[in-house]
């Protein structure tokens, strides 16, 4: 979908206001701006270490991410990740309700991940799943990855997945940098970590090393630890 072409719902979702969109697509505009230049890419490039900068290794998210897999494949650890490529984030109008909005389905709430003054959140859910007549959760092949300002009442998409790769799960460091938890990606196989930097407009991508291939049905059991059950 072109940037600023209209913007359509997800399954029948219906159409956000011109006012709702005028917000989306300034604020996404100026990031744009400010950050998606090539010295920005370079500078982030030199000042950073190969491995993950967590300033805390025990988020509840990424402990309870990393432990599934360990189940899998005890070898795994977070020391395992290594840089694997660096590029701007791409900002776009977003195709979810917000929680601010009538249309928002409250089935989501509980998987909205907030920053700390619960001001922005991430949505990694509303655009990849729906809760059918039968009370399931039905997928869609695609996944968008939505930031949130619920102040300004503006959705911007900061990521989006096809079939191949699945973010799993989401957590804030502190109030600018988003850590993004999956499985696979269009050209490379494995686990990985993104680290999306908001102010810079700059995302770190780390892979674990091997590549190791393992199916995941991580989404499913999150899901159905809050209620939902998967068809």
Not at 129 to 141: G, I, L, Q, R, Y
Not at 142 to 155: A, F, G, M, P, W
Request: charged share 25%; aromatic share 14%.
């Amino acid at each position: 979908m072109d940037f600023f072409g209209s913007i359509n719902m997800h399954r029948g979702r219906g159409k956000y206001g011109s006012a709702l969109i005028t917000i989306s697509v300034l604020f996404a505009s100026g990031c744009a701006n400010n950050v998606n230049t090539p010295s920005v890419v370079a500078d982030e490039k030199n000042s950073f270490s190969t491995t993950i900068p967590f300033e805390s290794n025990f988020h509840p998210n990424l402990k309870n991410w990393l432990d599934y897999y360990q189940v899998k494949d005890s070898t795994l650890s977070l020391d395992g990740f290594r840089l694997y490529v660096i590029d701007t984030i791409k900002f776009r109008a977003g195709n979810v309700f917000g929680s601010f909005h009538p249309e928002f389905d409250n089935v989501y709430l509980d998987f909205l991940s907030y920053n700390e003054d619960r001001t922005k959140y991430i949505d990694i859910d509303s655009y990849s799943w729906f809760v059918t007549t039968d009370s399931k959760a039905e997928f869609s092949p695609d996944q968008e990855i939505n930031l949130l300002d619920v102040t300004e009442k503006s959705v911007l998409r900061i990521g989006f997945y096809g079939p191949s790769a699945k973010v799993e799960e989401a957590f804030w460091e502190g109030d600018s940098v988003v850590a993004l938890l999956g499985n696979g990606e269009p050209d490379v196989s494995g686990i990985f970590i993104a680290r999306l930097n908001l102010s810079t407009g700059v995302q770190r991508i780390y892979h674990h090393k091997g590549f190791p291939e393992i199916e995941s049905d991580y989404t499913r059991k999150r899901l159905g630890e809050k209620g939902i059950k998967v068809n």
